[in-house]
Nanobody, 116 residues
Framework: QVQLVESGGGLVQPGGSLRLSCAAS????????MGWHRQAPGNQRELVAA???????NYGDSVKGRFTISRDNAKNTVYLQMNSLKPEDTAVYYC??????????WGQGTQVTVSS
């Protein structure tokens, strides 16, 4: 089983930026899909961004054009650059990795709060 540790969350004003990082405890190959979900109080967990085993990225509709997912396989890390943040982006952000055959592993989450 792989452990994932997120970092980079915090408090930011509307319009600001944050970069989240998610480091894996073992080697992650480019063929392993990785991504980010988020969950706000009272809401279901939703997809923010993901990079597939083929390398293509997809985004939730609410973050398209503002967030960018990237990965550094040499560092076993996936990043989420978040720009033009809005109060509705406030949530706990979770990263994940899919590894066959054990399945999906999740990080512990990092809080992002967008408020003036």
């Amino acid at each position: 089983q792989v452990q994932l540790v997120e970092s980079g969350g915090g408090l930011v004003q509307p319009g600001g930026s944050l970069r989240l990082s998610c480091a894996a405890s073992r080697i992650i190959f480019s063929s392993n899909a990785m991504g980010w979900h988020r969950q706000a109080p009272g809401n279901q967990r939703e997809l923010v961004a993901a990079v597939s085993s083929g390398g293509s990225a997809n985004y939730g509709d609410s973050v398209k054009g503002r967030f960018t997912i990237s990965r550094d396989n040499a560092k076993n890390t996936v990043y989420l650059q978040m720009n033009s943040l809005k109060p509705e982006d406030t949530a706990v952000y979770y990263c994940y990795v899919d590894i066959f055959p054990s399945g999906r592993s999740w990080g512990q989450g990092t809080q992002v709060t967008v408020s003036s």
